[in-house]
């Protein structure tokens, strides 16, 4: 399904990425959870990398735009930071931590004709895929087709 939410960078369109570029998707507890933001600042080091590798990165929470884009900044963040405050796309992806009351963190990778490649839900930010798996799904996905890839 289309994401379509506000962001620190803007309001962010997934659709605005079909057939241009593959899509790591996050789900985190949010702000107050050591754990995601952890798993943030992990892949937010491997980012250049991932960029080359012709994706983007997304993480989306419950979190309020201020709270967002106040560890955006804290954390050094290069990637957009959804806000999925009124709950309107969690469900349609992943479930609801009901202890947290927020959206069970998860990783969804696309590739650019919006195929799910990969997906893991957990109940911790620290169960996730770390980033060198994220690269290696989305270097086999480059790979994999030689005419769309600029490897």
Known sequence: PAIRLPSNKGTIDTWNFKHRKNL?????????????????QEIAKAYDKIKQLE???????FDTMQTIQEYASADNIP???????????????TCLDSSRNAPCP????????????FQEIAREGYELPDAEEILS?????ETECP???HL
């Open 24 to 40: 790591v998707v996050i789900f985190h507890h949010g702000k107050d959870c050591q754990y995601c933001r952890a798993k943030l």
């Open 55 to 61: 994706a983007e990165v997304i993480a989306i929470s």
């Open 79 to 93: 990637f957009p930071l959804l806000s999925d405050v009124n709950r309107q796309v969690y469900s349609k992806f």
């Open 106 to 117: 998860s990783i969804f990778i696309t590739d650019r004709f919006c195929e799910l490649r």
């Open 137 to 141: 799904w989305l270097l086999f996905i």
């Open 147 to 149: 005419e769309c890839s």
